[in-house]
């Protein structure tokens, strides 16, 4: 990957992309403030690529303030809880740009997978697998094949990703080493101070450190299963015949894979576990599988 270098131009694009008046954060900045005064554009440039350079942030610009909204009236329940993490506006601006650059040396290298519908530019993530969905089931239903199927699901998708091998895959995928020498230092900082209905759950020195999970960029999850995808098609277990049924489609939380052989299905999940269990993106050490078919 080319060195990073920020301009003003770079900050304006990130800018441009974002809300304008989402939760405020910490610094009680919003992006429509960003958006207007665009003299403070190249401020930002400068002071952002000597952060990069440096390899460092303030504390400040790492820490989120972490709501818990309940889901439904029964309060006593921690499982019944939604947790909305806002960051701040000046740290997810400079992550938006180092994310559009990681996303550009993805895309002219072709690292990501073809069949990674998620975070993919012009992709429909959610709209491409339920299509695939429905013409398969209704393939195998008129002609009467056999078909095994399989959903993999990562529940709560960024708090299962360990920040050892986040940066990992930075590196295998050749990632600018002062772009991943400075998300590694952030991660050390990362933490959160919880507030429920408004009111501040956390004591004043009292902060939440978070050890998993992802605060950059849905891209950055994806890239963390981009291996498994690469496992998966490099496996050799799909015969001529089979590749019409085959898909696994990896997108933001999970994939499928449809099969008309159980048996080479299930080679492919125990592929998967293995995978799973090796990063530890699990917290259980290991993962009982099973397909269904008919």
Known sequence: MDPVIITPDDVAEAVRRASNWKSLRLDG?????????????AVLARQFQEALDQK??????TTGITHVVPKDRDSSDPSKYRLITCLLTIYKTLTSILSARITRHLN?????????NGCRGGGRGTKEPLLIDEVIGKVVKRNRLNLSTAWIDY?????SVPHTWLKKVLELYKVDCTVRDFLGQCMRQWNMILYHLGERMTAAKNHIRIRRGDCLSPTWFCLSLNPLSTLLEGSGRISASERRYKSNPPFLYGFKLFYASRSHLMELLNITCDFNNSIRILKKKSLKIG???G
């Open 155 to 159: 529940k709560t998708a960024f708090d």
């Open 291 to 293: 397909a269904g078919g």
């Open 29 to 41: 900045l919003y992006h429509y403030w960003q958006k207007g005064f665009v003299v403070c554009h």
């Open 56 to 61: 460092s942030v303030p504390n400040l610009f």
């Open 108 to 116: 002219s290298n072709q690292v990501m997978s073809r069949a990674q």
